[in-house]
């Protein structure tokens, strides 16, 4: 082991023995040393950002989509602040990561100065854990880092980095990281109950979420619910865990026209939660009225219990916990297939383009068949998440990337730069509003910059659709969501990527043929009419 390297030069090594490939954000006097040893790192580089919040979006789809934590960056004070809206993202959507800061040297800790906050404070409800590194332990800090944001339900970790100790020389630390252990499989006393109450029930459902896509058990999913015919509702960042196509497949819970998923999972006396986590919905927002619900999860269920029963908690090893249920022999129950099969077929038909005018749904659906089957799209915050999250075919997990949890607008560009850094031999596309679109734009820059070719699927209709139908519902006037009266974004191209505009669905499919083959970023605005939302989102999940 080499001897005499400095923090920063020890900082680095440890982040590429992690496997970490991309550091984003906006540099500092303080990150000079840092950023010259990711220059002379082999396999990790540094991303420059428009804006910290970015970085800290990029780092949680990193996180997402690889094995390590990802990696962001910011300066002290403003740095720090702007970074918290991507950290608080990777908390409640549940992705791995390290957030870097700048922090005050001790000796000025506790005193005014420039720029100068609680960077422990500020970042200890957004994070696992916060913590800031040593000269004589570097790499132990750095993979115990590593180690909390991976284990249990991922999240992000704070490190700060205090100026001035970059270039002192750091201990040399005879460490290996170990990644955490898997969970231990659930109490096989609460794992027998729940195998009597699946036997009994006559109408039980799976309801599918977040937790169950980290635990990779997608195939067991599907699996339990064929060989025992059983429905399965998803939340929204569980879309690709069941095909739309399956049998079993009932919809998802939240986006359009929950309602009527809500025809299927409020006739259930029985709810098995999957990795179920309630970040994304509460059970009491849509648990059928005198169901029983069973938990299969690394952690305690979320759920009031004077109003609902809780049945069996079973935490602990999800795919364990499903086995038990798949070795049953198949039972009869008295759900009718049949009459599951034609609210999925009237509710997707709900959801297919009209032939007046051109609304979200078929700006949705030339997108669909323009971009590969295995291609990824990413999507922002607003009416279109609502229809993505019910009208989108989605192939497997991964495939379409969404923020739920945390629901930060501006999501849309950032995320789609960092899947296409972390795939890129695959079509990367994001759908964006104008709302969101206006937040990140600058990101373009970044995407220009380093040549990634991403395409950018602008739904223009000149307003926040999503708070303009809230202010519709409670008869509120219309107030405070226009983003501009009319037109479009302007211009030929933004920040060095060419703009393309459509105005219908055959024009829209044109422009997205060439914007796929182009290299470089693209920006496809399609001018759509959007009272289409109107009709199929914010509808109640039950009654």
Not at 102 to 114: H, K, N, V
Not at 344 to 368: C, E, H, I, Y
């Amino acid at each position: 082991m080499a001897k005499h390297k400095t923090v920063a030069t020890r900082l680095v090594d440890a982040l590429g023995e992690l496997g970490v490939r991309y550091v984003f954000g906006v540099p500092s006097g303080g990150w000079i040393d840092y950023m010259e040893a990711l220059r002379a790192a082999d396999g990790i580089e540094f991303i420059l950002t428009t804006h910290e919040g970015a970085a800290g979006m990029m780092a949680d789809v990193c996180g997402r989509l690889g094995d390590a934590p990802g990696v962001c960056f910011g300066t002290f004070g403003p740095g720090a602040t702007n970074l918290t809206t991507g950290v608080g993202g990777a908390l409640l959507d549940r992705s791995p990561m390290i957030a870097f800061t700048d922090e005050i040297p001790s000796p000025m800790r506790g005193r005014t100065t420039q720029m100068g906050i609680d960077h422990q404070a500020l970042f200890a409800p957004l994070t696992k854990k916060t913590t800031r590194i040593s000269a004589d332990a570097v790499k132990s800090v750095l993979f115990d880092a590593a180690r909390v944001a991976l284990e249990g339900r991922p999240g992000p970790v704070h490190v700060g980095l205090p100026v001035g100790m970059s270039g002192e020389i750091a201990a040399a630390e005879d460490l290996a990281f170990v990644p955490p252990p898997p969970p231990p499989a659930a109490d096989p006393v609460l794992v027998e109950e729940a195998r009597r109450l699946f036997a009994a029930a006559r109408k039980p459902i799976l309801a599918v979420g977040l937790g169950a896509v980290h635990a990779g058990v997608a195939k067991e999913v599907q699996a339990l619910a064929a060989k025992h015919k059983i429905p399965v509702v998803l939340t929204p960042m569980a879309k690709g865990m069941l095909s739309e196509g399956d049998p079993s497949y009932a919809g998802v819970l939240f986006h359009a026209l929950s309602d009527m998923v809500g025809e299927t999972h409020g006739q259930a006396d029985l709810v098995i939660g999957v990795g179920y986590d309630p970040v994304e919905f509460n059970y009491e927002s849509w648990l059928p009225h005198g169901a029983a619900l069973v938990s299969f999860d690394i952690a305690p269920a979320d759920i009031d219990r004077d109003t609902h029963t809780l049945a069996v908690d079973a935490v602990g090893d999800i795919r364990a916990s499903l086995g038990a249920l798949l070795a049953l022999p198949p039972a009869p129950n008295d759900w009718d297939f049949g009459a599951l099969a034609q609210r999925r077929s009237a509710m997707f038909a709900k959801l297919r383009p009209s032939n007046q005018g051109f609304g979200p749904t078929g700006a949705l659906a030339v997108l669909r068949d323009v971009l590969p089957s295995d291609g990824i799209m990413t999507c922002d915050v607003g009416a279109h998440t609502h229809l993505i999250g019910q009208a989108w075919p989605t192939p497997g997990p991964g495939c379409q990337i969404m923020t739920d949890g945390w629901s930060t607008m501006g999501f849309g560009i950032p995320s789609a730069i960092a899947a296409k850094l972390m795939c890129p031999d695959i079509s990367v596309c994001t759908v964006v509003g104008d709302g969101g679109f206006l937040m990140t734009a600058g990101e373009i820059a970044t995407a220009f910059r380093t040549n990634l070719n991403i395409v950018i699927v602008l739904l223009t209709d000149n307003e926040l659709a999503l708070i303009r139908i809230k202010q519709d519902t409670k008869g509120k006037p219309i107030y405070g969501t226009a983003v501009r009266n009319s037109g479009t974004i302007g211009g030929e191209n933004i920040f060095g990527a060419p703009v393309r505009t459509a105005h219908s669905a055959a024009e829209l499919r044109t422009e997205l043929e060439a914007a796929f083959a182009a290299h470089g970023p693209v920006v496809v605005e399609a001018c759509i009419d959007a009272r289409e939302y109107d009709g199929l989102v914010l509808k109640k999940d039950r009654p």
